[in-house]
């Protein structure tokens, strides 16, 4: 048996052995030395050769003490050695087995690289690997539908920005085996672990997923999920798609916590999408768009921030919380423009034109944009409300609800859920439902409570139901939250660019229901 050479590599337990040195892992997933002597590192690189087999007293002792005569007892002095260092006072087994008289056997998984000479770094800010979820039905036969499930989070979490994804290949070696995180983290250089199982009975699956942060062993994010037991694909895919939308939430929330000294572009980036887990406000707006301006000055070339600065500009004028939209506009337009030119696959790019679009009038064109985004990331709960509005505006009004209902059980503590509430209210009111409309714009009112166009909406709703008291309360509300400049009256309402790219008959509908209401809650017409 030859010894090592200058450039493998032997990966295992949160250990690398190369013919220098031994390290570990440490808790923040960067490499600490190892203290222990060369002839104990000669040794284990004999044994991490033949992982699993048996070798011999002899052959050890040929290589480790090559042309050297010594006691017997010196390679047990280093075997004793290894295992303190190896074991970390587990009394409970062993890396190295003893086989009595015969020699020794190296027992964990071990995997086998080439060195490189470039330090390592720590992993990746949003590193997750998801684990192969345990069946706990009881036919065994059903593991493949747990497999399926390991399988499509592993492929939606990959989707989502920033994040890094350890492969299924890898993650399924860990099948069958007692979890412990630390390892595994340090051993794929994973920030994050996500496991979890399944139980299929007739009528009815349960799926439990946990979230947990690999550094620290903490549980970071649990949740039940039960379903009927109907067309197992779709049921499959609401699953995972829930999961994967909660997941991102709590990620984005998790890594935005994590103090910085010395903050980057990706620091801001986190930090501003954490701020929007908040339901959008005009100081949530506001400080959205410090965060992103921050790390685009750290990052000019940031396709992350160029897009989601963009989004921020367009939505806070479709909100009615801008003073400026004119200016916002030019800059959201800029920055998306220059997104897409730089990452044309990009989703958040696409996200990003598509908000432009809608805010310039053009829901036509923003569809693409947002059948793009879902066509990367199905998931994106976001990408179906926005949709629904531009269906909305072009007529397709009897799309609205169905998508909405697809975006609330996707995402339902979704931040952003008072606008999915709100478009069906909306497509209720445009439809001369005026009290389903008043359910649901009363929930995207508690929802959203300083967004202007919700009270508008119900201003006007309250107002075709002769509630004029409510409803002007409700348009007085309006006005404050958009600095009075939307509210004031119905030719003002009439010229957002949204109502002017309206479709004929989306416009003629508004007219007898929405611009009707607003009327008799007190809006006068110039």
């Not at 280093?78 to 295992?83: C, F, G, V």
């Not at 027992?107 to 080439?114: D, I, N, S, Y």
């Not at 069958?176 to 009975?201: C, M, N, P, W």
């Not at 409309?437 to 009363?442: D, K, P, Q, T």
């Amino acid at each position: 048996m030859k010894a090592l050479s200058s450039h493998e590599v032997f990966l295992f337990e949160g250990f690398r052995l190369d013919r220098r040195s031994l390290s570990r892992r440490d808790k923040y997933g960067a490499e600490a030395p190892v203290e222990i002597g060369s002839r104990a590192l000669d040794v284990l690189g004999v044994l991490l050769q033949r992982p699993g087999d048996l070798v011999s007293r002899n052959e050890i002792m040929a290589t480790a003490w090559a042309g050297t005569a010594v006691e017997d007892n010196n390679l047990t002095i280093q075997i004793a050695s290894l295992r303190r260092v190896l074991d970390r006072d587990d009394a409970q087994s062993s890396c190295i087995q003893t086989v009595p008289g015969r020699g020794y056997r190296f027992v964990p998984p071990v995997t086998r690289a080439e060195r490189s000479d470039r330090p390592l770094r720590p992993p990746p800010r949003l590193a997750i690997v998801v684990l192969p979820f345990t069946n706990l039905s009881d036919d065994p036969g059903q593991q493949y539908f747990a497999d399926e499930i390991t399988e499509d989070l592993t492929t939606d979490l990959s989707r989502l920005p920033q994040m890094s994804v350890i492969s299924r290949n890898t993650a399924f070696i860990y099948r069958h085996k007692r979890i412990d995180t630390r390892q595994i983290g340090a051993e794929l250089g994973a920030r994050y672990v996500l496991q979890g199982s399944v139980r299929r009975s007739e009528n009815q699956v349960r799926v439990t997923a946990q979230l947990i942060d690999a550094a620290t062993d903490t549980h970071l994010w649990a949740d039940r999920f039960d379903c009927g037991a109907g067309d197992l694909f779709a049921l499959q895919n609401e699953i995972t798609g829930r999961i994967a939308s909660e997941l991102n939430i709590e990620l984005i929330a998790a890594e935005a916590a994590r103090l910085t000294v010395d903050p980057e572009a990706l620091d801001y980036i986190l930090r501003g999408r954490a701020v929007k887990l908040r339901p959008n406000s005009r100081a949530v707006h506001a400080q959205a768009v410090s965060m992103f301006e921050r790390a685009l000055t750290l990052d000019p070339r940031s396709v992350e921030a160029q897009s989601l600065l963009a989004s921020e500009f367009a939505m806070r004028m479709l909100d009615g919380v801008s003073d400026s939209e004119a200016a916002d506009l030019v800059r959201a337009e800029a920055l998306a423009d220059r997104a897409l030119a730089a990452s044309p696959r990009s989703p958040t790019a696409h996200m990003a034109k598509g908000d432009v679009l809608r805010a310039r009038g053009r829901s036509a064109e923003a569809i693409a944009e947002y059948e793009t985004v879902l066509a990367i990331n199905r998931n994106d709960a976001h990408a179906l409300d926005f949709l629904a509005d531009c269906k909305l505006l072009r007529g397709s009004i009897e799309e609205v609800i169905t998508l909405e209902e697809q975006a609330i059980r996707l995402s339902p503590r979704d931040s952003g859920s008072g606008y999915f509430y709100f478009r069906i209210g909306q497509a209720h009111l445009l439809q001369s439902r005026t009290d389903e409309a008043i359910l649901w714009l009363e929930r995207a009112q508690r929802a959203l409570p300083e967004l202007p166009f919700v009270h508008g909406l119900l201003a006007s709703a309250n107002g075709l139901k002769g509630e004029t008291g409510r409803a002007g309360a409700e348009l007085a509300e309006a006005r404050r939250l958009s600095n009075y400049h939307r509210y004031s009256s119905i030719a003002q309402v009439k010229a957002f660019s949204v109502w002017e790219g309206a479709a004929p008959k989306v416009r003629a509908s508004a007219e007898t229901t929405y611009f009707a209401g607003l009327r008799k809650a007190g809006t006068p017409e110039e």
